[in-house]
C-alpha cells in the first residue's frame, strides 16, 4: 500500500529552516548527548520520512526536541505528523507473515523490554501463540528474500560482530546465570540490531545472514528471560527468534528455537505442548540434516512422555534419540549445538527417570552427566540436583546430601531463578528427613547463600 507523504513533518522543517542534511546530523549529535550513540541518519532518512515512512523510536521524540528548541515553542510528536502509536498487548506473540512486519513486532519488543514496560514483565506463557507460532513456522510459504534500501550498509563485519556478542554473552550467561547479563544483550538488540534491521541497506543474500545471526541473538535473551521464570516474556522473544530464523531460510536453527520452547513449556508443566514442539523441533532436524539437534528433539519428547507417565512412549523416544545421536557427524554440526554432547544428552535421560520416579535410572545419567565441559556452571549445578533427586529415591541420604551442598556451592554464584527452584525442589524432597543432621546443615547454608 502507498504511504502517504507527511506533510506536517514537511511544512514543519520548511518554517524551521532546516537542511535535510542539518536535520539528519542534530538527529544524530542529540542522540549521543543522551546517550545513543549508535544513531547514524542522513538526508535520504530525512526524505524516506516525508515521504511516509514513521521513523523508530527514539526518532519521534528528538524531533520534537529539536524543533521546539528551533521554533521557540513546544513541538509535539502529533505535530510532526507522527503520533504516538500505542503498543498492542499481544505484542511479540504473533509470528508474522512478512519480513517487513516482522521487523516492525521484534523491533518494538526490544524497545518494550528496554523501557521495562509492565504489560511486558508481567505477561504470562500463552499455549495458544507458541502452537500458532510452531504451525506457521511449518507452513508459511517461501518468502522473497529479505533485502532493504535504507541509510545505512550492511556488512559481514555487522554480522560478525553480532554472531560475537552472542557467543559472549552465551558463555556468560552459562557462567553466571541470565540475570547478570540479560539487560546488556536486550540494549545491544535495541541499539545496534534494530537499526541494521530497520534502516540498513542489504541485499537478499545478506539480509538472510542478517536475519539468522539476529535470530540466535534474540533467541538468547529469550533463553535468558526463562532462566528468570519471566516466561510469558521468553516465549514472545522465541516466537520473534523463530520468525527471524524463517526469514534467514535457517531451518536447523528454527529447530533448535523450537526445541527450547518444548524445554520451556516441559519446565513450566504443560507437557502435552511440549510433546508438539518437540515433533516439530524433529520434522526440522530432519530437514536440515542436523543429527544432535534431531537427537535433542528426541529426548524433549522422551520427557513430555515422563511426565505424562507414560513409561513405554518415554522408552521409545530415548531409544530414537540415542539412534540419532550416534549418527551425528564429526565436526560438521553447527555451533549452536556444540553444547549437546553426551553429558547433556545424558543429564535429559535423568531428568526423565527422576519424573518417573526411577531412582537407579536417575543416578546412573546424573552420574554420567557430570562428565561435562566444566564452562557450564549452571548446567553443573542443575546436574548435580538432579543425582541428589536421583539417590534419595535410592534410600541414600548421606550422598544425596554431599550432592546437594555441592549443587548449594555453584548456585550461589549465579543469578538464576531456575537454579533456585531446583534448589527448591530439593528442599522439598528432603522434608520427610528434615531432622537429620546432615539435612539441618544444608538448610542452614542454603540461608546463608540467600537461597532458602
Given at each position: 500500500m502507498k504511504r502517504e507523504p507527511n506533510r506536517l513533518l514537511q511544512r514543519l522543517i520548511?518554517?524551521?529552516?532546516?537542511?535535510?542534511?542539518?536535520?539528519?546530523?542534530?538527529?544524530?549529535?542529540?542522540g549521543v548527548s543522551r546517550g545513543l550513540p549508535g544513531l547514524k541518519y542522513d538526508h535520504s532518512s530525512v526524505l524516506r520520512w516525508i515521504g511516509g515512512q514513521r521513523p523508530r523510536d527514539p526518532v519521534p521524540g528528538l524531533l520534537a526536541e529539536i524543533f521546539?528548541?528551533?521554533l521557540g515553542r513546544p513541538v509535539s510528536s502529533e505535530d510532526?505528523?507522527?503520533?504516538?502509536?500505542?503498543?498492542?498487548?499481544?505484542l511479540g506473540q504473533e509470528f508474522t507473515h512478512t519480513w517487513q512486519e516482522g521487523i516492525a513486532t521484534v523491533t518494538a519488543l526490544w524497545r518494550g523490554d528496554v523501557e521495562r514496560?509492565?504489560?511486558?514483565?508481567?505477561?504470562?506463557?500463552?499455549?495458544?501463540?507458541?502452537?500458532?507460532?510452531?504451525?506457521?513456522?511449518?507452513?508459511?510459504?517461501?518468502?522473497?528474500?529479505?533485502?532493504?534500501?535504507g541509510s545505512r550498509r550492511v556488512g559481514m563485519a555487522d554480522i560478525a560482530a553480532i554472531r560475537e556478542v552472542t557467543r559472549s554473552f552465551g558463555v556468560l550467561d552459562n557462567r553466571f546465570g541470565g540475570g547478570r547479563v540479560r539487560s546488556a544483550v536486550v540494549k545491544y538488540l535495541d541499539s545496534a540490531v534494530a537499526p541494521l534491521l530497520s534502516d540498513g541497506s542489504y541485499s537478499g543474500s545478506t539480509g538472510r545472514l542478517l536475519a539468522s545471526a539476529a535470530a540466535?541473538?534474540?533467541?538468547?535473551?529469550?533463553?535468558?528471560?526463562?532462566?528468570?521464570?519471566?516466561?510469558g516474556l521468553a516465549q514472545r522473544y522465541l516466537i520473534q527468534a523463530l520468525r527471524l530464523a524463517r526469514s534467514g531460510g535457517d531451518h536447523g536453527f528454527g529447530g533448535e528455537i523450537l526445541a527450547g520452547m518444548s524445554h520451556q513449556?516441559?519446565?513450566?508443566?504443560?507437557?502435552?505442548?511440549?510433546?508438539?514442539?518437540?515433533?516439530?523441533?524433529?520434522?526440522?532436524?530432519?530437514?536440515?540434516?542436523?543429527?544432535?539437534?534431531?537427537?535433542?528433539?528426541?529426548v524433549l519428547e522422551a520427557h513430555a512422555h515422563a511426565l505424562m507417565d507414560d513409561r513405554a512412549a518415554c522408552a521409545d523416544s530415548l531409544h530414537e534419540a540415542e539412534l540419532a545421536f550416534d549418527r551425528r557427524g564429526t565436526g560438521d554440526e553447527p555451533d549452536w549445538i556444540a553444547y549437546f554432547d553426551e553429558a547433556y544428552l545424558s543429564a535429559k535421560?535423568?531428568?526423565?527417570?527422576?519424573?518417573?520416579?526411577?531412582?537407579?535410572g536417575?543416578?546412573?545419567?546424573?552420574?554420567?552427566?557430570?562428565?561435562m565441559d566444566g564452562r557450564y556452571v549452571r548446567g553443573r549445578m542443575f546436574n548435580l540436583s538432579l543425582l541428589s533427586a536421583g539417590l534419595l529415591e535410592c534410600g541414600e541420604l548421606e550422598r544425596a546430601c554431599v550432592a546437594a551442598g555441592q549443587a548449594l556451592d555453584l548456585a550461589g554464584g549465579l543469578q538464576s531463578v531456575r537454579t533456585q527452584s531446583y534448589v527448591a525442589d530439593l528442599r522439598r524432597r528432603m522434608e520427610p528427613f528434615a531432622g537429620e543432621p546432615a539435612v539441618v546443615e544444608l538448610k542452614a547454608r542454603s540461608r546463608e547463600l540467600s537461597i532458602a
Amino acid at each position: 500500500m502507498k504511504r502517504e507523504p507527511n506533510r506536517l513533518l514537511q511544512r514543519l522543517i520548511a518554517e524551521a529552516g532546516f537542511t535535510h542534511k542539518g536535520l539528519s546530523r542534530r538527529i544524530n549529535d542529540l542522540g549521543v548527548s543522551r546517550g545513543l550513540p549508535g544513531l547514524k541518519y542522513d538526508h535520504s532518512s530525512v526524505l524516506r520520512w516525508i515521504g511516509g515512512q514513521r521513523p523508530r523510536d527514539p526518532v519521534p521524540g528528538l524531533l520534537a526536541e529539536i524543533f521546539a528548541l528551533r521554533l521557540g515553542r513546544p513541538v509535539s510528536s502529533e505535530d510532526l505528523g507522527l503520533p504516538v502509536v500505542p503498543t498492542s498487548l499481544d505484542l511479540g506473540q504473533e509470528f508474522t507473515h512478512t519480513w517487513q512486519e516482522g521487523i516492525a513486532t521484534v523491533t518494538a519488543l526490544w524497545r518494550g523490554d528496554v523501557e521495562r514496560r509492565r504489560f511486558l514483565i508481567d505477561s504470562t506463557f500463552a499455549i495458544g501463540a507458541g502452537s500458532t507460532g510452531a504451525l506457521r513456522w511449518l507452513t508459511l510459504p517461501l518468502e522473497g528474500r529479505p533485502v532493504a534500501g535504507g541509510s545505512r550498509r550492511v556488512g559481514m563485519a555487522d554480522i560478525a560482530a553480532i554472531r560475537e556478542v552472542t557467543r559472549s554473552f552465551g558463555v556468560l550467561d552459562n557462567r553466571f546465570g541470565g540475570g547478570r547479563v540479560r539487560s546488556a544483550v536486550v540494549k545491544y538488540l535495541d541499539s545496534a540490531v534494530a537499526p541494521l534491521l530497520s534502516d540498513g541497506s542489504y541485499s537478499g543474500s545478506t539480509g538472510r545472514l542478517l536475519a539468522s545471526a539476529a535470530a540466535e541473538l534474540t533467541r538468547l535473551a529469550g533463553w535468558m528471560a526463562y532462566d528468570l521464570e519471566q516466561h510469558g516474556l521468553a516465549q514472545r522473544y522465541l516466537i520473534q527468534a523463530l520468525r527471524l530464523a524463517r526469514s534467514g531460510g535457517d531451518h536447523g536453527f528454527g529447530g533448535e528455537i523450537l526445541a527450547g520452547m518444548s524445554h520451556q513449556a516441559l519446565y513450566i508443566g504443560q507437557p502435552a505442548h511440549a510433546l508438539d514442539l518437540a515433533r516439530a523441533a524433529q520434522l526440522s532436524a530432519r530437514r536440515a540434516g542436523v543429527f544432535a539437534l534431531l537427537s535433542e528433539s528426541h529426548v524433549l519428547e522422551a520427557h513430555a512422555h515422563a511426565l505424562m507417565d507414560d513409561r513405554a512412549a518415554c522408552a521409545d523416544s530415548l531409544h530414537e534419540a540415542e539412534l540419532a545421536f550416534d549418527r551425528r557427524g564429526t565436526g560438521d554440526e553447527p555451533d549452536w549445538i556444540a553444547y549437546f554432547d553426551e553429558a547433556y544428552l545424558s543429564a535429559k535421560f535423568a531428568h526423565c527417570f527422576r519424573d518417573l520416579g526411577d531412582g537407579p535410572g536417575t543416578v546412573r545419567y546424573a552420574t554420567r552427566s557430570l562428565d561435562m565441559d566444566g564452562r557450564y556452571v549452571r548446567g553443573r549445578m542443575f546436574n548435580l540436583s538432579l543425582l541428589s533427586a536421583g539417590l534419595l529415591e535410592c534410600g541414600e541420604l548421606e550422598r544425596a546430601c554431599v550432592a546437594a551442598g555441592q549443587a548449594l556451592d555453584l548456585a550461589g554464584g549465579l543469578q538464576s531463578v531456575r537454579t533456585q527452584s531446583y534448589v527448591a525442589d530439593l528442599r522439598r524432597r528432603m522434608e520427610p528427613f528434615a531432622g537429620e543432621p546432615a539435612v539441618v546443615e544444608l538448610k542452614a547454608r542454603s540461608r546463608e547463600l540467600s537461597i532458602a
